[in-house]
Structures are given as C-alpha cells and as structure tokens.
C-alpha cells in the first residue's frame, strides 16, 4: 500500500470518528419523557454578553433546586395548573397563580439558608431555595 492510500485511508478513519462523536453527542443519553405528573424544570442556557439569564421554571410535581449567593437578585419562574399561592419561606414573600400563567419571582438574597417553595393551599413542595454566603 502506498503512503497516499494509507494518508486516505487515514483521512477517511478520522471522519467516520468525528461524526460518529457528534452523533453520538447530540443523542443526549436521557430517554425519559416528560413526567406525566405537573413536574418539570427547564435548563437555563448560558446568556450572550447583551442579554440576561433566563430565569429557571419551576412547576409543580417535582421539587426544582435553585441557588444563589447572598447580595445576588434571586429570579425564578412559577407555572401551576392550579390556582394556588406560591410562598417562598424565610423571605415569606407569596404571589397568586392563576391556572396555565406563569408568575415570575425577583427579590434580593439577603438571608443565607435553605427555604421552602411551596404552593401554599395545596401544601406541596415546588422548589428549594439556597443562599450560600458571600
């Protein structure tokens, strides 16, 4: 074999593993579907230098982690199927939902700790809030 058939030879080899990579990338690896319960989180993908983060989603049916550090704006979204009342606890600041709307949470992290999100009537558990110390 001559050393151009080995170089495409090569050529060839190394493309089949690139694209083998990205396939096998964009696969994800999670097979699970949504749950058929409420729950369900979104990720926040990383913000361009000219626009904010998306605040994180949480809805009912799974309990959402959310951290911040104290002096940061603690942000989140809240999407109910149900009429409710959203309480955060510690900072005991609440909001109604409405079914199907979406309400959105921004106050500063001024108390370190672990806190409840709940929604309120319902007695559940939608969300925990850490505030780490600066």
Known sequence: MSGAQRLTFLAIAVAIAIVAAIVLGSSGGDDEGPSPTRAQATATPEPTATQKPEAPLVVSGKVTKLRFKQGDTVRFRV????????????????????????????????????????????????????????
């Open 79 to 134: 999407r109910s199927d149900v009429a409710d009342e959203v309480h955060v606890h510690g900072y005991d600041v609440m909001k109604d939902v409405e079914p199907g709307n979406e309400i959105t949470f921004s106050f500063p992290a001024e108390i370190t700790g672990i806190f409840e999100i709940e929604l309120e009537n319902a007695g559940r558990q939608i969300a925990q809030l850490r505030v780490d110390p600066r």
